[in-house]
């Protein structure tokens, strides 16, 4: 059960670092299953975004710029055509940085001085820099090693935006009135696993860790999201880390949203129909207690659940689907013309007169 839900950028980094490129090489199957290596390594779901050079239009030779942007180099010799291959020289006093195509700065974490005594000076003259040029937001990224940094430019003006383990983004709004930026991310995405088997046999879990009043409650397999990870992805994967069942994933049930849950942040949780594809549990003893079988009737009846106004929904959610009365949503790859990337649309196919789009995917 992770705790990690979302790149914490999110939207907001790739919107403004269009320029920019992820380091990290996941893949993902696009089979809905636990079997045969759909659970993404764990080794390389970061994102580390970083800037590309950009390409240049002029006329002539072709220019071997830095990896930012050349907006404060210097031409120090000129060719046939008033350019020559590589002849430039970057303005010490300027952090290397690129820009973002709303006339932001994206600083190079990997160019910054390591010493504060030759930090200041530079972020000064580099803030002058890109305020004189009409330059807007300003996105710091200091790494963990240069921590020491951190104070000097919340002194200069930088407030907080977020934080990984391995750095902290601030940000400087340059114009004059009130900042345009786009906050942190917003929310956290967690999930359920609602598997059932051939015998109506429903899989449950008891947390290990967990509040007093829920401490006998027999629940769902739940867990976050990871970065870079679908929903389907994710269902079956917590399935997996905590009861040891292989599943198929069916479809999302239902999705619920609540406010100022875990660090006054909203919370989306997907409810995920599972097909169980093995039977013997399993144990993650580091995060639960006990898993088993439940029959389903058994578990309904249980007082938490029973009581609980939106559990009783969702239950009856759960039984009407299992019974083909209702269909949930299921993914399907879309690519958008505006930006080339594919992405996930989650729907539900309008019903035929035969009813197959629920009855191919029934458990």
């Not at 008033?82 to 020289?89: E, K, P």
């Not at 999705?255 to 875990?262: C, Q, W």
Request: glycine share 8%; charged share 25%; aromatic share 10%.
């Amino acid at each position: 059960m992770e705790l990690k839900c979302l790149n914490s950028m999110g939207v907001v980094w790739s919107s403004f670092a269009r320029d920019c490129k992820d380091t990290a090489s996941l893949r993902f199957s696009r089979k809905f299953s636990s079997r045969g290596g759909v659970t993404p390594n764990s080794g390389t779901n970061s994102v580390t975004p970083r800037c590309l050079a950009p390409q240049d239009r002029s006329v002539g030779p072709v220019i071997q710029h830095n990896i930012f942007t050349d907006s404060h180099f210097v031409n120090a010799k000129h060719g046939v055509n008033g350019l020559n291959s590589g002849l430039y020289m970057r303005d010490p006093m300027v952090l290397d940085s690129c820009e973002d195509e709303y006339g932001g700065v994206l600083v190079n974490p990997d160019r910054l001085p390591a010493k504060p005594d030759a930090f200041v000076p530079m972020l000064r003259s580099s803030l002058s820099h890109w305020r004189n040029q009409g330059k807007k937001g300003v996105w710091l990224e200091l790494p963990l090693e240069l921590s020491e940094l951190v104070p000097i430019a919340v002194k200069e003006g930088f407030r907080y935006h977020h934080a990984e383990r391995g750095y902290v983004m601030l940000t400087f709004w340059l114009p004059e009135g009130p900042c345009m930026l786009p906050g942190n991310a917003s929310h956290q995405v967690g999930v359920g696993g609602f598997v059932v088997n051939d015998k109506n046999e429903i899989l449950v879990v008891q947390e290990r860790y967990c509040t007093p009043a829920v401490t006998s409650l027999w629940k769902l397999p739940t867990g976050f999201i990871q970065e870079c990870e679908e929903i389907y992805d994710g269902a079956v994967r917590e399935v997996k880390e905590e009861t040891g069942i292989d599943t198929e994933f069916v479809e999302v049930i239902a999705f619920r949203h609540a406010h100022l849950v875990a660090f006054e942040k909203s919370d989306l949780f997907f409810i995920c129909m599972l097909r169980p594809l093995s039977t013997q549990i399993s144990v993650d003893d580091h995060e639960i207690l006990a898993a088993k079988w439940m029959p389903l009737v058994e578990f309904f009846e249980q007082p938490l659940i029973r009581e609980d106004r939106m559990f009783k929904k969702i239950i009856n959610i759960c039984l009407a689907r299992l019974g083909r009365r209702y269909c949930g949503l299921f993914p399907h790859p879309v690519t958008s013309e505006f930006d080339g990337k594919e992405s996930t649309l989650y729907y539900n196919i309008l019903r035929t007169e035969d009813d197959s789009n629920c009855r191919n995917r029934g458990s």
